[in-house]
């Protein structure tokens, strides 16, 4: 079942990001459909942020999207090659957003496998943004998209994990961000292979 706009209404980013984890990411791409459990996310509290692109309340073209309602993507190009895909939170002009930062494989591997030149057994298909959102196909074109249409949407599948599942730690490559660097703002699930590095902390 497709989660609801009102999902995303959420003001509290920090839950939502937690809450992610275990949900299943579509893509549906010229007929072919690509799906991923979500195992790690990371939080950007809006203008407060000094990590969110929209710290400070900066609006510019590529960060107009994250004033939207919550519901939408926001898909933006990190070091000129690797597309980063975030879920759009809150409410209209209060730009939280939830960085997808890997997903384990469930549907359309095959699909993947080719996506990524390499088997969906081998964690690095889909471990880390660009290559979770290379792996189910998404580029800068799926920028302000409805999550609730026939693109790319979340589902709840009733994948949960328990409390003592989901560690905490320091968000990864915002080093920029001061003090705001160490908050423990990225979520994963404990021993899941297709996490990220580091993936303990």
Known sequence: MKLPLSYYSNQDVLFLAKDLLGKV?????DGETTAGIIVETEAYFG??????????????DRTETLYSHGGVSYVYLCYGIHHLFNVVTSVEDEPHAVLIRA????IGKEIMEARRNMPASKPS???GPGSAAKALGIDRSFNSKKL?????WIEDHSISYPPDEIIAGPRIGVAYAEED????????????????KPNKV
Do not use: C, M, Q
Not at 103 to 106: A, D, I
């Open 25 to 29: 990411l579509f893509t549906e791409i």
């Open 103 to 106: 997903v384990e494989p469930l």
């Open 125 to 127: 298909i889909s471990a």
């Open 47 to 60: 203008v407060k942020d000094k990590a969110s692109h929209a710290y400070g309340g900066r609006r510019t």
């Open 148 to 152: 609730t249409e026939n693109e790319i």
């Open 181 to 196: 660097a160490l908050l423990p703002w990225r979520f994963f699930v404990k021993g899941n292979k297709y996490v990220s």
